[in-house]
């Protein structure tokens, strides 16, 4: 009948509170602005459902008006208290939300190949290097902080700061220390009556190897996410990366690695149980434009990846793929030693990420993962296979 009559008298109401009660909340809030009613009661009633909708949707701004508009329809009404309070509670979590976020954590990991030594080959060069110390345990630490600058209607800024340090105590020379400072802006709002979310952000990192510096980035990214339902979520963004190593200036020009990478892609979620359960897939296609023609390259990156939640003790299992295609777009100058400038370079990189989470008292986290990376090069010295196996504790603010 809803479908067919939609603004006959009282339906919207009662097939939105339905809907509510399924926690269909988009479903609920599309029948509760189109349905009709001459009943004052049911005019309050559909303002005060379609305010708690809103705000399990993430939108307190138009829930916080929904519920003023239910309050002003029968300001004597036994649902005023609750709608007072449902409302200073949405304008309380709107205005005085936390500001401050933080993240610490520590761990220690086991690294099968930290130089990156190349699998066995026929090839000279690959050769030359394959037997490198490369194994060694390791220590993390990392920390993050966010500050939310800036929360007025729809909008909301935020800057923050990260640290990662990796000490490998076998193999001090590949010690990875990284800073990262980022701003961001998101937008919130309704995109044909469904929950929508834009933003950018850039930053701007500085990594050091063995305590010397090795690469600056700058990142700028737009992205742009859409709640198509209850099941589905798309993501889509577009990135520019910078890059420029610090020791570029002192080799052939060929082989500079300082380079421009532009990047978009799309990735679509499957949502279960409330976010308890996670399916994920995406495609991303990326441009290198390195100044030296031995590093230009087009990529295609494929996603794939879950979450499942156990029924006990909230422990989440996860595990994360993706396949990295290169196509380099200039024959290789230097490579293969025996016959140079003869072939184009084209890799393949696969990366699995399996991880357990068990959630802690006093907002901790434990984590045990493992993640796999398997490179296949047309030249051999770019073949690699990496295992590394962490065990990380973090604390969140």
């Known amino acids: 009948m809803f479908e067919e009559r939609p603004r006959t008298d009282g339906v919207g109401y009662y097939v939105g509170f339905m809907r509510y009660r399924k926690k269909d909340y988009q479903g609920a809030v599309r029948a509760f602005e189109t349905g009709t009613s001459s009943d004052p009661n049911l005019q309050q009633l559909t303002r005060f459902y379609a305010g708690l909708a809103l705000a399990v949707l993430g939108l307190p701004e138009r829930a916080a008006a929904e519920v003023d508009a239910a309050l002003r329809a029968q300001p004597t009404s036994p649902l005023t208290g609750p709608a007072e309070r449902l409302r200073n509670t949405l304008l309380a979590t709107r205005d005085r939300g936390r500001r401050f976020r933080a993240e ?23 050769e030359s290097v394959r037997y490198r110390d490369t194994r060694s345990p390791a220590e993390l630490l990392a920390v993050r902080f966010d500050y939310t600058l800036l929360r ?25 220390q990284d800073h990262l400072g980022a701003i961001g802006a998101t937008w919130r709002s309704v995109l044909f009556d469904l929950p929508f979310q834009a933003g950018a952000q850039y930053a701007y990192d500085y990594l050091t190897l063995d305590n010397d510096e090795f690469t600056q980035r700058n990142t700028a990214v737009l992205f742009a996410s859409l709640v198509e339902d209850r099941l589905n979520l798309t993501s889509a963004q577009m990135r520019l990366q910078t890059k420029e190593f610090s020791a570029d200036s002192n080799i052939a020009p060929e082989e500079r690695r300082d380079a421009r990478n532009w990047m978009a892609g799309l990735l679509h979620v499957l949502r279960f149980a409330g976010d308890r359960h996670l399916l994920r897939a995406g495609y991303q296609v990326d441009v290198e434009d390195a100044d030296g023609r031995n590093f230009k390259y087009l990529g295609h990156r494929l996603l794939a990846g879950g979450q499942y939640t156990l029924p006990w003790w909230d422990m989440r299992l996860k595990y994360d793929y993706d396949v990295h295609f290169r196509n380099y777009t200039h024959a290789h100058t230097l490579l293969p030693v025996v016959n140079p400038a003869s072939r184009e370079r084209a890799d393949t990189e696969q990366t699995h990420v399996f991880r357990v989470e068990q959630p802690l008292p006093q907002s901790l986290t434990l984590a045990l993962e493992w993640q796999a990376s398997i490179a296949r090069s047309n030249l051999p010295v770019f073949s690699f296979n990496r295992n590394v196996y962490s065990l990380t504790l973090s604390w969140q603010y």
């Open 104 to 126: 610490l954590r520590a761990g220690i990991l086991y690294d099968t190949n930290v130089a990156v030594n190349p699998e066995p080959s026929h090839d000279p060069t690959a």
């Open 152 to 176: 007025t209607g729809p909008w909301e800024a935020t800057v923050s700061y990260s640290f990662f340090q990796t000490i490998n105590n076998d193999l001090p020379k590949f010690n990875v």
